[in-house]
């Protein structure tokens, strides 16, 4: 009895190994229903990932368009500091200027220039990184312009005051 009992015991084991080792086929339907549901969740990302980017390309586009109506009645380009450009373009890049086109012109310390349109996709992380100068920026140019307005009104306004009352004596005649 022990010995059949010790044999049954090694077959069990053995039986217990080979079912585990082989997939049912209630398994097997759970393996390609979550393969299934993993490709479901992986198309519905990249189609989010196509709204977001075509989300992303609108915005970038309605930044420079704002930026043109900001800029060209001042006829300014903004100079960017080269410290607020990625790390790769520190060593070797001795100004940059964005214009208000969605350019940004890379002078180098050697000489050459080199020209990125911030609009492609591939240079908006370089916008991203921009940004907050580019307000900074905006904010002292239209800062300055405030301040020369208010300069030529303080200057004008006693002078055309005066004026009226040299050209109302002129107009009781």
Do not use: C, W
Request: hydrophobic content about 40%; overall charge negative.
């Amino acid at each position: 009895m022990s010995k059949e009992t010790a044999t049954s015991t090694v077959d069990d084991v053995e039986s217990q190994a080979i079912i585990d080792a082989t997939l049912t086929t209630e398994e097997q339907k759970t393996t390609k229903e979550e393969a299934v549901e993993f490709l479901k969740e992986i198309q519905g990302s990249a189609g989010q990932i196509s709204e977001i980017v075509m989300e992303e390309e609108n915005l970038v586009t309605e930044f420079f368009s704002s930026l043109l109506k900001i800029l060209k009645p001042f006829g300014k380009t903004l100079e960017i500091s080269v410290s607020s450009l990625p790390e790769i373009y520190n060593e070797r890049v001795g100004k940059s200027y964005l214009h208000f086109n969605g350019e940004l012109v890379l002078v180098y310390k050697n000489g050459e220039i080199e020209i990125l349109n911030l609009e492609d996709q591939k240079n908006h992380e370089i916008l991203v990184e921009i940004t907050g100068e580019i307000m900074q920026k905006l904010k002292l140019v239209i800062n300055s312009y405030k301040s020369k307005i208010e300069k030529r009104v303080k200057f004008l306004m006693p002078i055309t005051k005066e004026l009226q009352k040299v050209a109302k004596v002129f107009s009781e005649e």
